[in-house]
């Protein structure tokens, strides 16, 4: 039977490890090894827990593993053989191990070992680690900021890889093949592994699945503030914009913010002189804003408007580097953090002591997910329409990158809610979907005993459950079978399925309405302006919460929202032919819908709760009842109408506005109401941001892809292309041509493409790369027309 190189090759760490004390420490690896010819190709396998960087002969190489989970571990494949040469060759490489004793970064998980592992089949040196010759070395240069220094006002402290670097204690080009290693010590192997014994080690090595994320040089735009006259704005300008070197006078300190034009996630890079003593912090910050109304910081209180406002104040996360006492006058040294970093501005904090330090760089090189956009629109009908459309790109890039994450700057946790939605946004744009396959598969091998998910994952430990996003990842999987209709994906996910099902279908009350969820469990809806009271116990969970929630555990939009995924789930059990399975989830959702009719309805519109007062409405209600089915036609419309123009509603946030398009949509009313539906990001354009904020309600982040929902508008509803059956195998199209009344633009449409185009007055041409159907309502009702690919298809509509 043949074995998987990870059989025989060893999990290698540096001896003595505690990782008790420490958030998370770097460890550094070095190996030599000889080529007489170097090969037309020479392919190595690596991974590493938690993180890594390579580098061959002092060039970096690559960094990873992608994140996942100890069940599908990643490594990465690299040809090395461009960084080669004859001779004496070095593999370095470094490591960012998170500690098992503290959370840290909320986004990587990390097996109770740590390790890393190299193989490779062209490099005898590198089938067999156990005694392949690994040095190794712990960087006591820098110490990652633990949550005791974390700023309270930026929230919990999740993502961890803020760093303290004392430059007196590194190792000077370690990389390079001429470093003196002789003081370093052998690597050992760490496994739990042991003979006659059938254990396997934790990570199950899988081959990485998503494309490299690249690394592209880039530069901040200008300096926008300076408090120093020894070094004028201009000076900085010089530096930023050509590497004019510039020079911080010795006994001085000088405060610089640094400004991209647009938020970014990006890996800094500093290369500075002399300097000996001279102490730099580095703040990278999404915004300017003012100061807390109440003094008082807050997560919940930060006072954001013109995020370009430079008497305001740069609230964000801090790194810190020393510069070393005996540091000579001549010697350039680079340092750039470990990790990326996301911001908009960077403020620079450099204070002197006996010697002069110059800066002769400060660049940084942008990193995301590498996603092919072949969605184009030639043209726009305002200069407002082109912002929403790229404001909303960058926001979603800047939300990509190994998995997507719920916000770059605070978290970069990938969550079910708002993967959904990015998920969706990247079909629109990319015939793409392996980042959305990873995210599908993550979150199914995250699945609990009780049925659901975990709200996010990979995840060190469990969090908090949000049983609803659970019922999002539902509609993810559906929305994958309409626009690539993959059969073996839909039958892999439906047992999951059934069980989230099963799990909402248990809680059923005595009325036929979802009744309380798990004690520990946070029945998140939306960051609703009405719905941020934590309570006299001051419990998060009580928050984004309809108040109906804390007297019964009762509230509408659960039983609305589990019939929506009911109905979203008989069309999964359709599409692979599971029919009786269909009508019962059908038949479960009828049910619901009677239910919430019966006991939450008021005549005039539907209440939050079957117990609440005519006073607790909100447009969620309402929206979902439409999408389920329990509002319908003229009944329909007129609540709906009512509820998103009548100020006494909760309104939904900017996430939940892609319900409300749908919803609008769905009823005929999206027309007229579209110009409302945009102001909240017309608002934020007012604002100068240059990527969505995460909702009004909850000021924090200033980069949410749930809020690009523009994307979503422009192709489905503006240029009205959708699919109206599994993969496009049937297209509908019902462009608004009283909105936009010249259009040309090409589009994703699974995995083939669709251009469309029209002009004022005149036919819709479409072309289309592979054959399907066209829906379209035309001047004589609904009508059908056969496309084939590549054929041009004029419509009269």
């Given amino acids: 039977m043949p074995r998987h190189w990870s059989e025989t090759v060893d999990w290698l760490w540096t001896p003595n490890w505690d990782e008790r004390h420490n958030v998370a420490r770097i460890v550094q690896f070095r190996r030599s090894f000889k080529i007489e010819k170097v090969p037309s190709e020479c392919p190595i396998h690596i991974s590493a827990d938690t993180r890594y960087r390579l580098y061959v002969n002092g060039q970096s190489v690559c960094f990873g593993p992608a994140k996942s989970h100890l069940g599908e571990w990643n490594y990465e494949t690299v040809d090395i053989a461009?960084?080669?040469?004859?001779?004496?060759?070095?593999?370095?490489?470094?490591?960012?191990?998170?500690?098992?004793?503290?959370?840290?970064?909320?986004?990587?998980?990390?097996?109770?070992?740590?390790?890393?592992?190299?193989?490779?089949?062209?490099?005898?040196?590198?089938?067999?680690?156990?005694?392949?010759?690994?040095?190794?070395?712990?960087?006591?240069?820098?110490?990652?900021?633990?949550?005791?220094?974390?700023?309270?006002?930026?929230?919990?402290?999740?993502?961890?890889v803020n760093e303290r670097v004392d430059g007196s204690k590194r190792d000077w080009e370690w990389v390079e093949p001429e470093f003196d290693d002789s003081t370093w010590i052998p690597a050992v192997v760490m496994t739990m592994k042991a003979p006659m014994m059938p254990i396997l080690d934790e990570r199950?090595?899988?081959?990485?699945?998503?494309?490299?994320?690249?690394?592209?040089?880039?530069?901040?735009?200008?300096?926008?503030?300076?408090?120093?006259?020894?070094?004028?704005?201009?000076?900085?300008?010089?530096?930023?914009?050509?590497?004019?070197?510039?020079?911080?006078?010795?006994?001085?300190?000088?405060?610089?913010?640094?400004?991209?034009?647009a938020l970014t996630t990006a890996f800094l890079h500093l290369q500075i002189r002399g300097g000996a003593g001279a102490k730099i912090r580095l703040r990278t910050a999404e915004c300017f804003e003012m100061p807390p109304k109440s003094g008082i910081p807050s997560p919940f209180a930060r006072n954001k408007g013109n995020r370009t406002d430079v008497s305001g104040i740069l609230v964000g996360q801090d790194d810190f580097y020393t510069c070393g006492p005996d540091t000579p006058a001549d010697k350039t040294v680079v340092y750039e953090p470990f990790w990326f970093r996301t911001f908009r501005y960077v403020e620079l904090e450099v204070e002197t002591q006996v010697a002069p330090l110059e800066f002769s760089n400060i660049t940084f090189r942008e990193t995301h997910y590498p996603l092919e956009r072949k969605t184009q629109f030639a043209n726009f009908p305002t200069e407002e329409e082109a912002k929403l459309w790229n404001i909303s790109l960058n926001t979603l890039k800047n939300c990509m990158h190994e998995t997507y994450e719920d916000c770059p700057y605070y978290e970069q946790n990938q969550f079910a809610m708002d993967s959904r939605l990015q998920i969706l946004f990247t079909y629109h744009l990319s015939n793409d979907d392996r980042l959305a396959r990873k995210c599908m598969s993550e979150f199914y091998a995250s699945r609990r005993s009780d049925g659901l998910i975990e709200t996010n994952y990979p995840a060190p430990v469990p969090g908090t459950n949000i049983p609803h996003f659970s019922l999002y990842w539902i509609f993810m999987v559906h929305d994958h079978m309409m626009y690539f209709a993959d059969s073996t994906l839909?039958?892999?996910?439906?047992?999951?399925?059934?069980?989230?099902?099963?799990?909402?279908?248990?809680?059923?009350?005595?009325?036929?309405?979802?009744?309380?969820?798990?004690?520990?469990?946070?029945?998140?809806?939306?960051?609703?302006?009405?719905?941020?009271?934590?309570?006299?116990?001051?419990?998060?969970?009580?928050?984004?919460?309809?108040?109906?929630?804390?007297?019964?555990?009762?509230?509408?939009?659960?039983?609305?929202?589990?019939?929506?995924?009911?109905?979203?789930?008989?069309?999964l059990c359709d599409f692979v032919g599971r029919k009786d399975t269909a009508a019962e989830y059908r038949e479960r959702a009828a049910k619901l819908n009677a239910a919430v009719m019966e006991h939450c309805f008021r005549g005039e519109f539907i209440v939050d709760g079957p117990d609440s007062p005519v006073e607790e409405r909100s447009q969620h209600s309402q929206v979902f009842a439409v999408l389920c089915g329990a509002l319908k036609g003229e009944q329909a419309r007129t609540i709906l109408r009512r509820a998103l123009t009548d100020s006494s509603f909760v309104r939904c946030s900017y996430a939940m506005s892609f319900y409300v398009f749908e919803a609008a949509l769905a009823v005929g009313i999206y027309d007229e109401l579209r110009d409302s539906f945009l102001q909240?990001?017309?608002?934020?354009?007012?604002?100068?941001?240059?990527?969505?904020?995460?909702?009004?309600?909850?000021?924090?982040?200033?980069?949410?892809?749930?809020?690009?929902?523009?994307?979503?508008?422009?192709?489905?509803?503006?240029?009205?292309?959708?699919?109206?059956?599994?993969?496009?195998?049937?297209?509908?199209?019902?462009?608004?041509?009283?909105?936009?009344?010249?259009?040309?633009?090409?589009?994703?449409?699974?995995?083939?493409?669709?251009?469309?185009?029209?002009?004022?007055?005149?036919?819709?041409?479409?072309?289309?790369?592979?054959?399907?159907?066209?829906?379209?309502?035309?001047?004589?009702?609904?009508?059908?027309?056969?496309?084939?690919?590549?054929?041009?298809?004029?419509?009269?509509?």
């Fill in 490 to 571: 839909i039958r892999r996910y439906l047992g999951t399925i059934d069980g989230i099902l099963e799990h909402f279908n248990l809680r059923l009350g005595d009325n036929d309405l979802v009744g309380r969820l798990e004690w520990d469990t946070w029945p998140f809806v939306d960051w609703a302006q009405q719905w941020s009271d934590p309570g006299p116990d001051h419990d998060f969970r009580n928050m984004a919460v309809p108040p109906a929630y804390r007297r019964t555990g009762v509230i509408t939009y659960t039983s609305l929202i589990y019939s929506l995924a009911l109905q979203r789930a008989a069309q």
């Fill in 680 to 797: 909240p990001w017309r608002t934020m354009i007012g604002q100068n941001l240059t990527t969505w904020a995460e909702s009004a309600a909850m000021p924090r982040s200033d980069c949410h892809a749930w809020s690009a929902v523009p994307i979503h508008d422009f192709v489905t509803n503006i240029a009205g292309l959708a699919p109206a059956a599994p993969g496009f195998k049937r297209i509908r199209l019902n462009p608004r041509r009283d909105i936009w009344p010249e259009m040309s633009g090409s589009f994703t449409a699974g995995k083939g493409s669709i251009s469309i185009s029209w002009n004022s007055g005149k036919p819709i041409d479409v072309l289309s790369s592979f054959d399907t159907e066209i829906e379209v309502s035309g001047k004589d009702g609904q009508q059908i027309h056969q496309v084939k690919e590549g054929v041009l298809l004029t419509l009269d509509v």
């Fill in 204 to 261: 199950r090595l899988s081959p990485r699945s998503i494309p490299f994320l690249p690394e592209i040089p880039a530069r901040f735009t200008e300096a926008v503030k300076c408090d120093s006259a020894d070094t004028p704005i201009e000076s900085w300008n010089k530096l930023v914009q050509s590497d004019e070197p510039l020079t911080i006078q010795a006994g001085s300190k000088t405060t610089v913010v640094l400004d991209f034009s």
């Fill in 82 to 160: 461009p960084f080669c040469r004859p001779g004496r060759n070095v593999l370095a490489v470094r490591v960012l191990r998170f500690s098992t004793y503290f959370p840290g970064n909320m986004s990587l998980i990390r097996a109770s070992l740590p390790g890393m592992i190299v193989y490779s089949d062209t490099l005898p040196e590198l089938k067999s680690t156990s005694t392949s010759g690994w040095l190794t070395k712990i960087d006591d240069a820098v110490s990652i900021s633990s949550a005791e220094s974390w700023d309270p006002s930026l929230g919990p402290a999740m993502v961890s």
